[in-house]
């Protein structure tokens, strides 16, 4: 992901910043997906695995990035109060 974008984007809930999910988190996360524990902030299932993920400051929130393109609405949020 480009760098100058990376700067600039922030959780669309809290403002907090974000950064690229390194490859121990996103193992952890798609781990949770597979086994069916993973939730948006919508309470939907996460169904797709990810490939990369923006995690906010506090961690307790990341979003999908979806062939390089992050998705950052307030509701695809995936939770991660839980552990990920």
């Known amino acids: 992901m480009d760098k100058k974008l990376l700067d ?14 390194d490859a121990e988190t996103l193992s952890q996360m798609n781990a949770r997906i597979d086994a069916g524990n993973a939730r948006y902030v919508d309470e939907s299932s ?28 307030p509701e695809r949020g995936i939770d991660l109060s839980a552990g990920a």
């Open 46 to 73: 996460v169904t797709e695995p990810l490939d990369a993920a923006l995690v906010t400051a506090d961690r307790a929130t990341a979003y999908r990035v979806d062939d390089g393109i992050p998705v950052m609405l």
């Open 8 to 21: 600039i984007l922030v959780c669309p809930v809290s403002g907090a910043a974000v950064s690229l999910a």
